[in-house]
């Protein structure tokens, strides 16, 4: 097979090896692979495929290693294909309002880059500042701005996809609108890497916002903040960010970052970025209202800078949370008017089992990530994590939810999909991808 590879592209050292093994995900299963594959083109990733393909080498698709689900965990006789070289900017389009990227390209780096042409591409994960958009596409992450905005696929317009094969497929349309066949797009969106590798991605982007106006509402407990999160999605508030933080994570987070933010039950966060004249402030009043209503305590600020603070306070909530011990963060995602019994559900199982569960995440969409604390040294503690961590995921699904909102099945839930399609739904989605890789080689073992 090395023979077939481009030239520069193979990494065969063991130690480099071994920093491509698994993205940040727990309980997830990974193996050594036999090589890993940084192509910089579109032409190399087809070569590398078909001289996989013909070899029959399973290949795991691998962007900046941020993933929480094990989608880019290495497999055992396999090669990890990484694109972090694919990191460039090829186009950005201020008239049809559209950015072109290669896969590599972070995140955070594409928003800042469209700002300076007033530009806004809206999809915000919580590691913006390190995941990659070729990332973004293969979970259709979401992050804090997804209750106005929307989620990843809500802004990709078009994809150059390489098969298992080594063939080239390219989807959409840069038009605005563009329905001719079916919305391969789509399809590829989510796919974790199991249907093709994502060389070029195609973004709509938005005009730039205006500035942030940002509501902080403190409440005495937890499913007190959970009403005010239902108050507000039902009186149709138009806020651009609804994040909740539980207790323990206000506490660790400001034991992190020295915010002076602890000491509530929870805490929300909302955030209206209107660019009418006076509308953020009106969308504040109306959630001031509610959130009091609700028994919260309420400061309202339209400092940029402060609220660029009280935001980066929510994004440091998972880092804050792994300085308390191991930790299992889930992501499930419930109707809106359902949050605070998935919240009531949280505390039961804290109750049950023992542990700190830690909760935040985006309320505004009902996709919460609480997070289980426990000791990776004692098994009977590793053991009600794990017991934690399901019951938390039955919960959502009796709720009438998900099992995930935005990190992906990957190999952490893929038990758990059957449980939620029903089983001609999974009977179609083995069928597309068996006509996608009918040899099974990309990303074996992720999502089916």
Known sequence: MTARLPPGVAVTDPDLIASYLRDESRFTDADRP??????????????????????????????????????????????VLSLHRMDRILEIDAVERLAVVQPGVVTGALRAAVAERGLFYPPDPGSVASCTIGGNVATNAGGMCCVKYGVTGDFVEALEVVLADGRVLRTGTRTVKGVAG???????VGSEGTLGVVTEVTVRLVPAPGRPATLVASFADLASAGRAVAAISGAGVDASAVEILDATTLAAVDELTRMGIGGAAAMLLVQSDSSRPGEAAKVLVEAAALCEAAGAEVAVSDDPEEASLLMEARRQALPALERLGDW?????????????????????????????????????????HPTVIFDAADLASETAALAAFDAITAAALELGGTITG????GRLKAGWLARELDPVALEVQRALRRTFDPAGLLNPGVVL
Do not use: K, M, Q, W
């Not at 070899?55 to 290495?74: E, F, K, W």
């Not at 079916?182 to 590829?188: N, P």
């Not at 935005?406 to 099945?409: D, K, T």
């Open 328 to 368: 299992l963060l889930d992501d499930v995602c419930v109707p809106r008017a359902r949050v605070v019994d998935l919240i009531a559900a949280v505390e039961r199982v804290a109750a049950d089992t023992g542990l700190v569960i830690g909760v935040f995440g985006h309320a505004g969409d009902g996709n919460l």
């Open 182 to 188: 079916y919305d391969l797009t789509s399809l590829v």
């Open 34 to 79: 036999l090589a890993v594959l940084t192509p910089r083109t579109t032409a190399e990733v087809a070569d590398c495929l078909r001289a996989c393909h013909a070899a029959g080498v399973p290949v795991v698709t691998r962007g900046a290693g941020t993933g929480l689900s094990g989608g880019a965990n290495g497999v055992s006789g396999g090669v």
């Open 406 to 409: 935005e990190h992906g099945v």
